[in-house]
């Protein structure tokens, strides 16, 4: 007993360390520097609370906060249709698992290039003279370019969903592939409706994926900053600006304190989706 | 190719080498010594061209490793980092930040073989004996420190200099004249309503806010007592007025990079912006008309130069003072110079230039030929002349300088709301 007991600590050992060098300790000193004090280029040990009380006073900050949850809202339910969606015909619709793999991977391939090269490739079709607009004016819709296209939320949403949405795709693709599909048939058998087996069986049983997918998302889209500054054209803010900001500017505290309150944020988010689902119990 | 390979060229060399070191033992061992000097310079992009580079292995033998990276960047390099450079090659802006860290050290002027030449501009910032001062951190006011290990700076030549001038131009609006139809006059015209949705302007803290000064007080709204030192209520005024500017929709984007701001406007999306006069020739080299708009307020201007860090220190620095000679020495000037930018030795650029390059861009005569770029791609046809003429012209009407404020941690705060909200 004792024997296998230290087994399975060594065991669990290297992660453990691994774990604790690369995850915990960062996060520690993060957090011991959002408490020091900086003025222009230097800062020092400190135990005070100005960056945080600077940060929750700050009307800027607090709209930047509310304009990333917006953003992430968005962006999640946009996902979730679209990817819940490529995933219910990659695993129902089509037959073959030839096909279905041939068709899974084609959806991966958008992603062989650099997040950069996609989002980027978005400025050229959506700009004032780009191929939307032309496109539009030649076909006399409108008469002057449309100017939301680009440089707005619009954008910013748009290149989101077209970054993220495979990470929906993934997850839930594989629940999915995972459902029995003798059950699908009792239903059918039964007399339910198509609707009722998807509400009733297709989405419990995808709710790990969806919720390993949502997390992800989530995550993604409340860390960014690149996104942002490139698709907004830099005139909107999030939270991942702000502290890109401070960085820059060499507020290294005023950043950590800005990045503690965004972990906490997410943490509370995927916490709390957690309570909704067990993954563990049903993966 | 093998470096374990010996070539019959590399042993004949190393033979002539070996003979030449011992008929002439102490400069040749010194020749031989400084091949293997590595001067890391880290610095804004304006100046880190490879070419640069290659001549400096070319001509002096040793090697110069360059890292661009934008301002900010630079100076939080220089402040926090002086272990992972040999040379900073900054602005006079950010030396006002940098010099009191200690972390790079004064230069002896005596070392400097074309000190005299150098631009009056750098030495008692006057360009010409009855020009006036502009506001700002004018690069000769943070130009001399009173000796090694000094960390306030001499009001006047002290023998000790900060930063060794290498390049500085006089920064303006630029607009696409094709799109605007009418002539363009006035910093105020950037908040124009007129050009709403199709204006930007750099989204660079310290360069930004001296680009609003001059709009605001050209426009009326703001009389500063000095652009480059604001108080706290000349910031809130100004950025006040951007903001709302903002609010309504004037900008179309912001930019950070070179590269932005050319594509903001060779693509159309914005008619008129704050720009640097090399992505005026990139969006001209692209075939679409743009200006580099000579406004009735004056210039926006700037000086970089390069300094040493404090670390450096025997062969290297000796290295470092051979490069510097030889960055004044003329060639890297003529370069620049076809850049557009202004060398801070022109008389010795000038021996690296053509007669018509010179005419044009120092002194503002018509091309007699084409203009070609570092290059080699017209950027001028014959006939054509420099916006804003003469070298005289254009660095005599200086407005401010790039500046670094007393209140510089209010204004970047504010500066970060304006971005964000």
Known sequence: MRRANLNSWLLAAPLTGVLVVFLILPILLITAVSFWTADEFSFRPDFQFGNYEYLFGSAVAWKVFGLTFMMTVIVWALTLVIGFTIAFFLAFHVRTQKWQMALFLLTTIPFWTSNIIRMISWIPLLGK??????????????????????????????????????????????????????????????????????????????????????????ALVMSDFVTTRFMSGSQLANVGRLISNDIGLLQYPSAAATAVVLLITVLLIIGAMLRLVDIRKEL | M?????????ILKGGAAAVAASAFPAPMIWAQNIKDVVLRQAGTGVSAFNEVAAKVKEDLGFTLEMTALDS????????????????????????????????????????????????????????????VIAQGTAPHTVGFVEGPGSTTFATQDSGWMTLIPTIY?????????????????????????????????????????????????????????????????????????????????????????????????????????????????????????????????????????????????????????????????????????????????????????????????????????????????????????????????????????????????????????????
């Not at chain 2, 093998?2 to 590399?10: D, G, P």
């Not at chain 2, 500017?245 to 008129?272: C, P, Y």
Request: glycine share 10%; net charge negative; charged share 20%.
């Open chain 2, 2 to 10: 093998s470096k374990m390979r010996y070539s019959r060229r590399n």
């Open chain 2, 169 to 421: 131009n006089a920064d303006t609006l630029g607009i696409r004249p094709d799109l605007i139809g009418r002539p363009i006059d006035s910093w105020a015209e950037l908040l124009n309503p007129e050009f709403k949705g199709k204006a930007s302007i750099l989204d660079i803290s310290s360069i930004g806010i001296m680009d609003m000064a001059m709009v605001c007080e050209a426009m009326g709204e703001v009389t500063y007592a000095d652009k480059g030192n604001m108080t706290t209520e000349e910031i809130d005024k100004t950025i006040g007025i951007f903001m709302e500017a903002k609010k309504n929709g004037q900008f179309r984007a912001f930019w950070k990079s070179f590269d932005e701001s050319v594509n903001l406007m060779a693509s159309g999306e914005v008619v008129i912006q704050s720009m640097w006069s090399p992505a005026i020739t990139a969006v001209r080299a692209q075939g679409v008309p743009c200006v580099y708009q000579p406004l009735k307020e004056g210039y926006r201007s700037w000086g970089g130069g390069i300094g040493l860090s404090a670390g450096l220190s025997g062969l290297p620095l000796d290295a470092a003072y051979e490069y510097i000679n030889w960055y004044l020495s003329g060639w890297v000037g003529g370069f620049l110079m076809r850049q557009g930018y202004y060398s801070a030795v022109p008389e010795t650029s000038k021996l690296f230039m053509s007669e018509d390059e010179w005419g044009f861009w120092y002194e503002g005569k018509a091309a007699t030929g084409d203009i070609l770029s570092p290059s080699g791609t017209v950027i001028e046809k014959a006939g054509a002349v420099r916006d804003g003429g003469s070298f005289l012209d254009r660095m005599g009407k200086v407005a401010c300088w790039n500046s670094v404020m007393d209140e510089n941690q209010y204004m970047v705060r504010k500066w970060n709301e304006f971005i964000a909200a």
């Open chain 1, 129 to 218: 003279n780009g191929l939307v607009n032309q496109t539009l004016i030649g076909a006399g819709v409108i008469n002057e370019p449309l100017q939301w296209l680009l440089y707005s939320s619009f954008s910013v949403c748009l290149a989101f969903v077209h970054l993220y949405t495979l990470f929906m795709v993934v997850p839930i693709f594989n629940t999915m592939m995972r459902i029995d599909k003798s059950l699908i048939e009792a239903a059918r058998d039964g007399g339910a409706s198509g609707f009722q087996i998807l509400t009733n069986i297709i989405i419990p049983l995808s709710k790990p994926g969806i919720m390993i997918g949502s997390i992800f998302v989530i």
């Open chain 2, 72 to 131: 900010d960047a630079v100076t939080q390099r220089a402040a926090t980092q002086p272990d992972s450079y040999d040379i900073a090659d900054i602005e006079y802006w950010i030396c006002k930040k940098v010099w009191p860290t200690g972390n790079l050290q004064a230069m002896d002027i005596s070392k400097i073989a074309n000190y005299d030449k150098i631009a009056g501009t750098f030495r008692d910032g006057k360009l010409t004996p009855d020009s």
